[in-house]
């Protein structure tokens, strides 16, 4: 890959016009002066935001989504732009129609790691208090390694400690000028190296820094929690439960959902919420509840909420006798309270870390609690064992962070388990089966069309075409 585009960094000088905080020092040279300008480039092309759409597909390619076409519906049929994803084919980009849609997920993510180095080369030396430039270094330390971690498990192997030397990961840019090359892919085991390394040093300035922010903003323990997760990745268990703990301790309360009175979960009252950002299920247009098809939650998902889990009513929608994704208040502007990193997921991270290390009464202790936000009349559950306390967290997790681009890498983390989807035809109305074997090399997505055309050197995955199978 070339240094990510020269597009890219053109955008980033394009894209200043949305402030004045560059300052043209010669035809070819722009240079940010301030805490402040560096503020504005890392928000407005970095951070984690509204605008980020680049992998809406993740949740559809897992046993949490179905689809569903019916005869009527304004948008037309939204199921075949992820046709590719749901059915797991050998080039998901590729629509029905035989159009190529982008997948804009590699471009979008290597865009904020270029942004990234030149926040981080660029700040020791300003003039701005240390409390200042230690603030906003840990900010792009953070979405470094977010981004870092995205990509290494959209496009490389599940990580796996005897293999992960060896295992194709993404390539690694550390640079912050546009250079001539081309970068190759560097394995799991580095990228991971870089990803740990980025994400400690983001909580050590964090930390430091200690600026009380909005939900708005990365902070302290945003970067904990995503340290907890990076860690469980890796199997890291002392360390999950160390920056799992950190969260807890510091924020443990859970939205309580028995005595809450807003229509949706993620809103301005939800006081585990860390950090919000990104766009609404409804922003998704794979979920279009007018469209003439589009996928839902599937049978499977839904039919592990208990009748009396007041989940159902928070995390889904009811419209035009079909049930939606709707975690999301839609009555707030677009991108305050879509996506978000909150404080359930770091007791399911140290639950599993626990139940990883025999742990069994911790664990349920950790699942249990979530339960009892929850559910109007909780039932606490027991686990005989270590390995049937992993499996009640695991299930936890799933009716908690559906619809959280979690899911996905969850199955591959946990063995890449085989999968069945079903997929109606919009001509003949009949039903395909696809099936995603166990351990399947298409649990790795193809490194996008685009890139490789601008490198063809650039090594992909190998990904088997997929029929349907005989109903």
Same mark, same amino acid.
């Given at each position: 890959?070339?240094?990510?585009?020269?597009?890219?960094?053109?955008?980033?000088?394009?894209?200043?016009?949305?402030?004045?905080?560059?300052?043209?020092?010669?035809?070819?040279?722009?240079?940010?002066?301030?805490?402040?300008?560096?503020?504005?480039?890392?928000?407005?092309?970095?951070?984690?935001?509204?605008?980020?759409?680049?992998?809406?597909?993740?949740?559809?390619?897992?046993?949490?989504?179905?689809?569903?076409?019916?005869?009527?519906?304004?948008?037309?049929?939204?199921?075949?732009?992820?046709?590719?994803?749901?059915?797991?084919?050998? @080039?998901?980009?590729?629509?029905?129609?035989?159009?190529?849609?982008? %997948?804009?997920?590699?471009?979008?993510?290597?865009?904020?790691?270029?942004?990234?180095?030149?926040?981080?080369?660029?700040?020791?030396?300003?003039?701005?208090?240390?409390?200042?430039?230690?603030?906003?270094?840990?900010?792009?330390?953070?979405? #470094?390694?977010?981004?870092?971690? /995205?990509?290494?498990?959209?496009?490389?192997?599940?990580? %796996?400690?005897?293999?992960?030397?060896?295992?194709?990961?993404?390539?690694? +840019? /550390?640079?912050?000028?546009?250079?001539?090359?081309?970068?190759?892919?560097?394995?799991?085991?580095?990228?991971?190296? #870089?990803? @740990?390394?980025?994400?400690?040093?983001?909580?050590?300035?964090?930390?430091?820094?200690?600026?009380?922010?909005?939900?708005?903003?990365?902070?302290?323990?945003?970067? %904990?929690?995503?340290?907890?997760?990076?860690?469980?990745?890796?199997?890291?268990?002392?360390?999950?439960?160390?920056?799992?703990?950190?969260?807890?301790?510091?924020?443990?309360?859970?939205?309580?959902? #028995?005595?809450?009175?807003? +229509?949706?979960?993620?809103?301005?009252?939800?006081?585990?919420?860390?950090?919000?950002?990104?766009?609404?299920?409804?922003?998704?247009?794979?979920? @279009?509840?007018?469209? !003439?098809?589009?996928?839902?939650?599937?049978? @499977?998902?839904?039919?592990?909420?208990?009748?009396?889990?007041?989940?159902?009513?928070?995390?889904?929608? &009811?419209?035009?006798?079909?049930?939606?994704?709707?975690?999301?208040?839609?009555?707030?502007?677009?991108?305050?309270?879509?996506?978000?990193?909150?404080?359930?997921?770091?007791?399911?991270?140290?639950?599993?870390?626990?139940?990883?290390?025999?742990?069994?009464?911790?664990? /349920?202790?950790?699942?249990?609690?979530?339960?009892?936000?929850?559910?109007?009349?909780?039932?606490?559950?027991?686990?005989?064992?270590?390995?049937?306390?992993?499996?009640?967290?695991?299930?936890?997790? &799933?009716?908690?962070?559906?619809?959280?681009?979690?899911?996905?890498?969850?199955? #591959?983390?946990?063995?890449?388990?085989?999968?069945?989807?079903?997929?109606? %035809?919009?001509?003949?109305? !009949?039903?395909?089966?696809?099936?995603?074997?166990?351990?399947?090399?298409?649990?790795?997505?193809?490194?996008?069309?685009?890139?490789?055309?601008? +490198?063809?050197?650039?090594?992909?995955?190998?990904?088997?075409?997929?029929?349907?199978?005989?109903?």
């Amino acid at each position: 890959m070339k240094k990510i585009y020269l597009s890219l960094f053109l955008l980033v000088i394009i894209c200043s016009s949305c402030g004045d905080f560059l300052k043209e020092e010669s035809q070819d040279l722009v240079v940010p002066k301030s805490v402040k300008d560096f503020k504005e480039l890392l928000y407005g092309e970095a951070y984690i935001g509204s605008d980020d759409k680049s992998n809406l597909y993740l949740d559809i390619m897992t046993d949490d989504a179905d689809d569903y076409l019916r005869s009527y519906g304004f948008g037309g049929d939204m199921r075949a732009r992820g046709f590719g994803y749901y059915a797991w084919q050998a @080039n998901p980009e590729m629509q029905l129609t035989g159009t190529l849609y982008s %997948d804009g997920a590699w471009e979008k993510y290597y865009r904020s790691i270029l942004v990234s180095n030149i926040v981080i080369d660029g700040i020791p030396a300003l003039p701005d208090s240390e409390t200042e430039k230690e603030d906003l270094m840990g900010e792009a330390y953070f979405i #470094r390694a977010y981004s870092y971690f /995205m990509l290494v498990n959209l496009y490389g192997q599940p990580y %796996d400690e005897a293999t992960a030397a060896t295992a194709q990961g993404v390539p690694i +840019n /550390m640079e912050h000028a546009i250079k001539d090359q081309y970068y190759s892919r560097e394995s799991v085991a580095n990228v991971y190296a #870089r990803i @740990n390394e980025d994400i400690l040093k983001a909580t050590e300035l964090l930390e430091k820094s200690n600026i009380k922010k909005s939900v708005f903003r990365i902070d302290a323990l945003t970067a %904990d929690l995503l340290a907890s997760r990076i860690f469980l990745y890796q199997k890291k268990y002392d360390k999950v439960v160390s920056y799992a703990s950190k969260v807890i301790a510091a924020k443990p309360n859970l939205y309580d959902l #028995r005595t809450a009175t807003e +229509n949706s979960f993620t809103n301005s009252s939800n006081p585990e919420i860390l950090f919000s950002f990104g766009c609404y299920a409804s922003d998704n247009y794979y979920y @279009n509840s007018l469209a !003439q098809g589009m996928f839902l939650p599937s049978s @499977n998902l839904m039919n592990t909420y208990a009748t009396n889990d007041l989940r159902r009513n928070f995390f889904f929608k &009811r419209s035009l006798l079909k049930t939606y994704p709707n975690k999301s208040d839609e009555t707030y502007s677009a991108g305050m309270f879509g996506q978000s990193f909150r404080v359930a997921e770091a007791y399911l991270n140290r639950a599993e870390a626990y139940a990883a290390t025999e742990d069994p009464d911790h664990a /349920m202790e950790d699942v249990n609690l979530i339960r009892a936000y929850r559910i109007r009349v909780a039932t606490p559950l027991n686990a005989t064992d270590a390995a049937d306390a992993l499996n009640k967290v695991k299930e936890e997790r &799933r009716r908690e962070l559906c619809f959280e681009n979690q899911r996905w890498f969850d199955l #591959r983390r946990w063995g890449m388990p085989q999968l069945t989807h079903k997929y109606k %035809d919009a001509v003949t109305k !009949q039903y395909h089966t696809y099936i995603l074997n166990e351990k399947d090399p298409s649990y790795t997505l193809p490194i996008p069309q685009e890139v490789r055309d601008f +490198n063809p050197n650039l090594k992909t995955n190998d990904r088997p075409e997929r029929k349907p199978v005989e109903n």
